[in-house]
C-alpha cells in the first residue's frame, strides 16, 4: 500500500491518472468537534493492474500541496468517481475552491438502476464487485497518526472496488438510455450554491409550526448570528446553542443577561461573553424589523396547506411508477415534494427534467383530476377519466 506524503509524488500519481479515462476518489474526514470538515485521508485509484494504480494521499503531511489532485479534479479528460459525493465535494470546494468535473457518483447511479432508496457502498459492493466488505476500521479515528495497516486497506478498498462498481453502472446506464437522468443528478452537486451557506438563509432550516411574523424574525437573527460564529470559530452550530434553545430564545425574547439565565435550554456558555451579547443583539435587530419585512412563511414548507387526500394518491402514484421504471420513490420525488404538489406548488424539482417524464405529468393530471388510480391485482394503473 502506497502512501503519498510529499507534492511531489502526489503530482507524479496525478500525471498518471491523468491518463486514464476514469479517476475512484475517496476521503476520510472528522466534523464532530468543528464547523467545517477536518480532511484526514484521500483514497484514489485508476484503472490498472499494478501495484501503483491505489494510492493514499496523507494531507496533514507537512509541506504536502493538494494541488496536483485539484487539477486533476477540474481535468475534463478524465471522469471523477465517487460514491455518495456531497460531502467530499464540500471539502474540495470549501478547501480547494475546485468541484470535479466530469463527475460519475455510484450511490446517485445506483439510485438510477433500481438498486433501492439508498444505495450503499457495502451493499454495491457485495452486490456487483462480489466481495466481502471489512468494517472493523469504519469508526476510526482517521486525524491519529500512523495508521495501521488494517485502517489502510480498509481505506484502500474504497476506491478498488469502486472502479468494478463503476464499470457496471455505467454500462447499464447506457444500455437503459438514462445517462441524461444521472447528469440531470450531477448538475445539482456541482452547482457551487449547494456547498455555499448563506447565514440569511440559516433560519430555513429550522422545524417550527408558528406562523408569527415576530417569532421567525427573532429565529432568522438568531439563526444567521449562530451561523457566523460557528463559521468564525469553526466550531459545530450546537456549540453555539442548539435548535431548541433557538426557539425558546425566540419565544421568550430575552434583553438582558438576567433574561438569559432564566432558559432551560441554552449552555452554560452562552449566557455570557460573546455569544450571549450575540444573541441579545439577534433578539433586538428581529424586534426591529418592520413587519412588511417579516420572513414570508409561504415559502416555508411547513406554512403550505397541503390536501392530504390528494397527498395519499400521489403517493401511491409515486410507488407505482417508480416500480414500473426501476428507480428509487426517493429520487424521484421526496414525501415533502409531493405535500408541496398536493398544496398545489407547481415549481419543485420533480415537475421538471426526467422526474416529470416518470411521474411529474400523471402528477398534475392526478392533480387537475384528468386521471385516476386503478388496482389491477398487484399493479397500480393510470386511468384516463
Request: no cysteine; net charge positive; hydrophobic share 50%.
Given at each position: 500500500m502506497i502512501t503519498i506524503t510529499t507534492t511531489e509524488d502526489l503530482a507524479e500519481f496525478c500525471e498518471r491518472a491523468a491518463r486514464h479515462p476514469y479517476v475512484t476518489i475517496d476521503t476520510e474526514f472528522l466534523r464532530e468537534r468543528t464547523y467545517y470538515s477536518k480532511l484526514c485521508l484521500v483514497q484514489m485509484a485508476y484503472a490498472g493492474d499494478g501495484g501503483d494504480d491505489a494510492v493514499l494521499v496523507d494531507p496533514l503531511s507537512n509541506g504536502l500541496s493538494l494541488d496536483p489532485l485539484y487539477d486533476l479534479l477540474r481535468d475534463k479528460s478524465v471522469v471523477k468517481v465517487f460514491h455518495a459525493a456531497r460531502q467530499d465535494l464540500e471539502i474540495f470546494y470549501i478547501e480547494g475552491g475546485v468541484i470535479p468535473d466530469p463527475l460519475f457518483d455510484t450511490q446517485v447511479a445506483a439510485m438510477v438502476c433500481g438498486f433501492g432508496e439508498q444505495a450503499g457502498y457495502e451493499t454495491l459492493v457485495r452486490k456487483i464487485a462480489r466481495q466481502p466488505v471489512d468494517k472493523t476500521s469504519r469508526f476510526t479515528d482517521w486525524s491519529r497518526r500512523p495508521l495501521t495497516d488494517a485502517q489502510k486497506a480498509y481505506a484502500l478498498a474504497d476506491v478498488t472496488h469502486l472502479r468494478v462498481i463503476y464499470e457496471f453502472l455505467s454500462a447499464e446506464l447506457k444500455k437503459s438510455g438514462r445517462i441524461k437522468w444521472l447528469e440531470e443528478e450531477i448538475q445539482i452537486l456541482t452547482a457551487p450554491e449547494t456547498y455555499r451557506i448563506v447565514p440569511d438563509e440559516a433560519w430555513m432550516r429550522l422545524k417550527t409550526r408558528t406562523n408569527s411574523g415576530r417569532f421567525l424574525a427573532i429565529a432568522r437573527e438568531l439563526a444567521k448570528f449562530r451561523e457566523e460564529h460557528a463559521q468564525s470559530r469553526n466550531v459545530p452550530r450546537s456549540r453555539v446553542f442548539k435548535d431548541d434553545a433557538l426557539l425558546e430564545l425566540a419565544s421568550t425574547k430575552p434583553k438582558t443577561e438576567s433574561d438569559l439565565s432564566r432558559s432551560r435550554l441554552l449552555l452554560r456558555e452562552a449566557r455570557r461573553g460573546d455569544i450571549a451579547k450575540g444573541i441579545l443583539d439577534a433578539?433586538?435587530?428581529?424586534?426591529?424589523?418592520?413587519?412588511?419585512?417579516?420572513?414570508?412563511?409561504?415559502?416555508?414548507?411547513?406554512?403550505?396547506?397541503?390536501?392530504?387526500?390528494?397527498?395519499?394518491?400521489?403517493?401511491?402514484?409515486?410507488?407505482?411508477?417508480?416500480?414500473?421504471?426501476?428507480?428509487?420513490?426517493?429520487?424521484?420525488?421526496?414525501?415533502?415534494d409531493l405535500d408541496a404538489i398536493a398544496a398545489g406548488q407547481r415549481d419543485g424539482l420533480a415537475l421538471r427534467g426526467w422526474r416529470r417524464d416518470v411521474f411529474g405529468e400523471d402528477a398534475l393530471r392526478l392533480c387537475e383530476g384528468q386521471v385516476g388510480l386503478a388496482v389491477r391485482g398487484e399493479k397500480v394503473d393510470v386511468i384516463e377519466l
Open positions: 433578539v433586538a435587530r428581529g424586534l426591529a424589523v418592520k413587519p412588511e419585512d417579516f420572513p414570508k412563511v409561504e415559502n416555508r414548507r411547513d406554512g403550505i396547506q397541503v390536501n392530504p387526500a390528494l397527498a395519499d394518491l400521489l403517493r401511491v402514484l409515486l410507488k407505482a411508477k417508480a416500480d414500473r421504471a426501476g428507480v428509487a420513490q426517493k429520487l424521484i420525488a421526496t414525501a415533502s
